[in-house]
């Protein structure tokens, strides 16, 4: 078991999600945060392109770390000094003065239709100097020196909300980021006229008609092999389709299955560390030294109460 448990969307910004805080009965992780020492945390806001969760497992693989420029793609790969990007399939939903992203994985388009669609686009960006690859039905891969520099926002971000607050303009590459913008309007009037649209349209599932850019950035070298935190997804999961009573749910597992194995290891003197995300703020707390100073505190937390979960979770 990894012995650094990060939890994605531990709370969320939405009312909805904030009016649940308070009934959550979450008795293990109330136990584990008494025991262990809280370090500084690292604060944000909603507004910015890359969320606590992500930050924080940049710096845990020592990825470097800028808003909207965490290089994630070439992370993954072999020649990570390249600029490199995902194209993650989308739809664009129209609605009153505003555009809503709805994910791939909400579409859920097959391989067939995914490679079609690839098929197509591919040379438009050749002709702008990229080199699409295709990786999965919901996730292409783009390198190029055009993405050199470019500041894009996490999909974790957009998935779900208005595509406008998200545009970013990458001060540092203005022409790579009118590029990508220009292909993202060339990829829907070709996805629209493609015959997927109207295979999907025909079967009553929303059409593939646009891509999201994301994960953009090159490295100066090889990362180094490092132990990756334990992350799990459920609560991430429920909260982007915004199900809160699954969220609520996957918090109960959470609680009574990872959080529970961490306080064990935590009550067998193990160091062990905990990171609570929201969509602002990501929270650490870590194993205290041992002796007679750390037992008398702990004595102290637990004489008065820890603050309520309620109150660490708003606080995210």
Known sequence: MPHHLLIP???????????????????????????????????????????????????????????????????????????????????????MEQVTLLPGAQLAPDDAESRALFEAFQPLCAEDGLALRWDSATEWHVSGEPLRGIACASLDRVSGRMVDAWLADSPANPAGARLLKRLQSEAQMLFYTHPVHDTRTARGLLPVNGFWVHGAGALDAPLALVELPGMPDALRQAALRGDWSAWTVAWQALDAGEIASLLAAAQRGEPVTLTLCGERHARSWTTAPTGALTRLGRSIKQLFGTAPIADTLKDL
């Open 9 to 95: 969307f531990a709370a969320a910004s939405a009312p909805e999600c904030q009016a649940l805080l308070p009934g959550l009965q979450l008795p293990n992780l109330q136990a584990l945060l008494a025991r262990l020492r809280e370090q500084p945390a690292d604060r944000g806001d909603d507004h910015q392109l890359t969320p606590p969760h992500e930050r924080t497992l940049a710096r845990a693989l020592g990825l470097p770390v800028a808003d909207g420029q965490i290089p994630w793609a070439a992370a993954q790969s072999e020649a990570p000094t390249l600029p490199q990007a995902w194209f993650s399939l989308c739809h664009y939903q129209v609605g």
